[in-house]
Nanobody, 121 residues
Framework: QVQLVESGGGLVQPGGSLRLSCAAS????????IGWFRQAPGKEREGVLC????????YYADSVKGRFTVSRDNAKNTVYLQMNSPKPEDTAVHYC?????WGGGGGDEYWGQGIQVIVSS
């Protein structure tokens, strides 16, 4: 079965730390660019960060730059989102997304089911 499964969410205090995991089954993550998205109540889903498939290049939204870090462990077929110094505005359901594109406009993508992160004291 092809799927992405997030874990590690929950309640974290402002200024603390939390690590989200995104584990893939049924396909190899290192063939895919991985993005983390989030959706807060009443807001649209937004991109937080991403990591490239081969060169490991990364992109961070300004709102998380310097606080969040993305990494991948290909041996475990897992991508991680390390959240340091989270803020209440980081409270959202966080989603993992895997995307692969090839010539001719083809490709495939997968979404995780989402995991709640609440930043509160």
């Amino acid at each position: 079965q092809v799927q992405l499964v997030e874990s590690g969410g929950g309640l974290v205090q402002p200024g603390g730390s939390l690590r989200l995991s995104c584990a893939a089954s049924g396909f190899t993550l290192d063939d895919y660019a991985i993005g983390w998205f989030r959706q807060a109540p009443g807001k649209e889903r937004e991109g937080v960060l991403c990591i490239g498939s081969r060169d490991g290049s990364t992109y961070y939204a300004d709102s998380v730059k310097g606080r969040f870090t993305v990494s991948r462990d290909n041996a475990k077929n897992t991508v991680y989102l390390q959240m340091n110094s989270p803020k209440p505005e980081d409270t959202a359901v966080h989603y993992c997304h895997a995307e692969r594109r090839w010539g001719g406009g083809g490709g495939d993508e997968y979404w995780g089911q989402g995991i709640q992160v609440i930043v509160s004291s």
